[in-house]
């Protein structure tokens, strides 16, 4: 291939980059809600979104009580889905129960562990000395009203529970500290 055919090959390669990044600025990406919802009784769910007030629901601890994400109104509040299985999620609840110790006054930590025995949660929360609230959601009902595609995910709420920021996989310290700072929480 000649010299002169390469580059028209590489020109004709970055403009056709150029004509998909000016449809895709034109037309925007879809908002989460416009992708993952799904129907219930002929209307349509949504996925939560940032902005929008959490979804509620109650579950039961490992030891049989039942909690509701109303009891955290108030406080900044953390919905984390997990699952034993998961590798990254071991790696952050570590770091969930770090920022926990740091902001014990208001700070609730809702650990929803989607799908595992509660024995198997309750051996593996002691395990890792957590010390923050552990949700049963045996049957996913909750992952799936907040749309859940992977594991971990973890949505920050404000003291009115308005969804503030949702992490897609692992979340670190730092990340949650500065989410609570920018909505609200004084250091």
């Known amino acids: 291939m000649s010299k002169l055919n390469r580059v028209l090959h590489l020109l004709a390669a970055f403009l056709t980059l150029g004509a998909a990044l000016a449809v895709l600025i034109h037309a925007g990406l879809p908002d989460r809600a416009d992708y993952s919802g799904f129907r219930r009784g002929g209307a349509r769910a949504v996925a939560p979104e940032e902005g929008w007030p959490a979804p509620p629901f109650t579950l039961l601890t490992p030891s049989s ?73 045996a049957r996913g009902a909750v992952s799936h009203l907040y749309q859940v595609r992977g594991l971990p995910t973890t949505f920050v709420l404000d003291k009115a529970h308005v969804i503030r920021r949702v992490h897609y996989g692992p979340v670190r310290l730092k990340s949650l500290q500065g989410d609570l700072a920018r909505f609200g929480r004084k250091a």
Not at 77 to 86: D, E, L, P, S
Not at 87 to 113: F, G, H, K, S, T
Not at 118 to 137: C, E, K, M, P, Y
């Open 65 to 137: 009580r039942a909690l509701a994400l109303e009891e955290a109104r108030g406080a900044f509040t953390i919905i984390n889905f997990w699952a034993t299985w998961c590798e990254p999620c071991q790696r952050e609840m570590r770091e969930l129960q770090a920022l926990y110790e740091i902001y014990p006054d208001d700070l609730r930590i809702l650990a929803v562990n989607v799908g595992d025995n509660v024995h198997a949660v309750r051996d593996w929360a002691a395990n890792l000395g957590l010390t923050f609230d552990i949700l049963l959601d």
